[in-house]
C-alpha cells in the first residue's frame, strides 16, 4: 500500500512516473546547459575552449559515496596503475559519484613556472591530478566550480572486483 495524504488537497497533483515507465515530455522544459552568460569574461575560455585544465587535489575514496559503496585505499594503490594507463577501462573522474565523465586522471603534471605535481597514494590520502574535459555541462560546471573555489574534492569511477557486503548494504571494495 502507498503513503496517502490525509489532510491537503493532493487530487489535482501530478504524481512521479514508476522507475520503468515511459512517459511523454510534458510541462516547462529547463535547460541546465552553462552558456557564457553565465562565466566571468575572464573564465571563459578556461571553462569553453582550454585544451588542459588540470587540478589536483584529494579523490573521496574511503568515503561511502551514496549508492553505498565505499573503496578501500589499499584497493586503490593496488590498481593505480591500470587506472591511470589503461586504455581500454581508463579511470572516470566524475562530480558527485555520477558516472558522466568530467575528466581523466594523469599520473604528473609540471606548470609554466616549474611547479610539479603528481597522483599518490598513502595510507592518508588518495591525490590525484587530472585533466577535466569541456565536451559536456558537467564537465563545464566542474571547471567552473573548480575556478569558483567550490571544489573540495571530486570522485573516481572504478569497478569493484571484489567487496565485502555489510549487513546495513554497504558495499567496501577491497580490489577494483
Not at 491537503?8 to 552558456?35: F, L, M, N, Y
Not at 588540470?54 to 596503475?81: F, H, K, T, W, Y
Request: glycine share 6%; hydrophobic share 30%.
Amino acid at each position: 500500500m502507498s503513503i496517502r495524504v490525509l489532510n491537503q488537497p493532493a487530487a489535482d497533483v501530478d504524481h512521479k512516473a514508476a522507475v520503468g515507465e515511459s512517459v511523454d515530455p510534458d510541462g516547462p522544459i529547463h535547460d541546465r546547459r552553462i552558456t557564457r552568460e553565465d562565466v566571468p569574461d575572464e573564465w571563459e575560455h578556461a571553462v569553453f575552449e582550454a585544451e588542459n585544465f588540470i587540478i589536483e587535489g584529494p579523490a573521496s575514496v574511503e568515503i561511502v559515496d551514496r549508492s553505498g559503496q565505499q573503496i578501500q585505499m589499499e584497493a586503490v594503490a593496488d590498481s593505480l596503475d591500470r587506472y591511470l594507463e589503461s586504455t581500454r577501462e581508463p579511470g572516470i573522474i566524475s562530480t558527485r559519484h555520477d558516472d558522466v565523465p568530467v575528466g581523466v586522471p594523469v599520473w604528473e603534471w609540471t606548470t609554466d613556472e616549474g611547479v610539479h605535481y603528481e597522483t599518490t597514494v598513502d595510507d592518508e590520502e588518495f591525490t590525484l591530478v587530472a585533466n577535466l574535459v569541456n565536451e559536456t555541462t558537467k564537465s563545464k560546471m566542474a571547471r567552473l566550480r573548480c575556478l569558483n573555489g567550490d571544489y573540495g574534492g571530486y570522485s573516481v569511477t572504478v569497478y569493484s572486483n571484489q567487496e565485502h557486503r555489510r549487513n546495513d548494504g554497504t558495499r567496501v571494495t577491497v580490489d577494483c
